[in-house]
T-cell receptor, first 115, second 114 residues
């Protein structure tokens, strides 16, 4: 079954404690992306990756890091989390940035609460 | 730049009511347009799409027509069900690094009561 898997699904943590949200896809997709979803703001892109070792900033990259050492994995790293990063996070993957016949597949989301 | 504006929610309807969720866009070139749906506790799923002017996307009783003259892609369903309760996102494609990314509207929460 085609899947984008995120872990953890829920996390409550404290300001300044480094955390990593993992994302893995089993579709051999080149493109992967992280979004955050906030009430009244919709989904905003944090970072994206066109392929292994190729990453770039999206619309709201401040306070986040990513890496793409393998095609299937695209972890999101918060080196020093702050309360304004409390949000619902989604990872997505697609065959080539976006393809009209193969739209992006989304994970089920990770709800982060930073106290 | 590229942007999507969709009607503010929340929208509350009774079962079997008619649904319209308005979506308008601003874009350079000729984007493809999408509606995504997010059921409670889940990620986004593609609901329907249209890739050129006058195309009509349809799925699960939902429809939307790509109107270039009014830059709109309104979502409609003739008779909603309780199971349609979800958040609906309108989106378009935009160029990104030689490829394309999705630009989303803010989402509209729909609640259907029995």
């Amino acid at each position: 079954e085609a899947q984008v898997t995120q872990n953890p699904r829920y996390l409550i943590t404290v300001t300044g404690k480094k955390l990593t949200v993992t994302c893995s896809q089993n579709m051999n997709h080149e493109y992967m992306s992280w979004y955050r979803q906030d009430p009244g703001l919709g989904l905003r892109q944090i970072y994206y990756s066109m392929n292994v070792e190729v990453t770039d900033k999206g619309d709201v990259p401040e306070g986040y890091k990513v890496s793409r050492k393998e095609k299937r994995n695209f972890p999101l790293i918060l080196e020093s989390p702050s309360p304004n990063q409390t949000s619902l996070y989604f990872c997505a993957s697609g065959r080539r940035g976006w393809d009209v016949d193969q739209p992006q597949h989304f994970g089920d989301g990770t709800r982060l609460s930073i106290l | 730049g590229n942007s999507v504006t969709q009607m503010e929610g929340p929208v509350t309807l009774s079962e079997e009511a008619f649904l319209t969720i308005n979506c308008t866009y601003t874009a350079t070139g000729y984007p493809s347009l999408f509606w995504y749906v997010q059921y409670p506790g889940e990620g986004l799923q593609l609901l329907l799409k249209a890739t050129k002017a006058d195309d009509k996307g349809s799925n699960k009783g939902f429809e939307a027509t790509y109107r270039k003259e009014t830059t709109s892609f309104h979502l409609e369903k003739g008779s909603v069900q309780v199971s349609d309760s979800a958040v609906y996102f309108c989106a378009l494609t935009a160029s990104q690094g030689g490829s394309e990314k999705l630009v989303f509207g803010k989402g509209t929460k729909l609640t259907v009561n029995p």
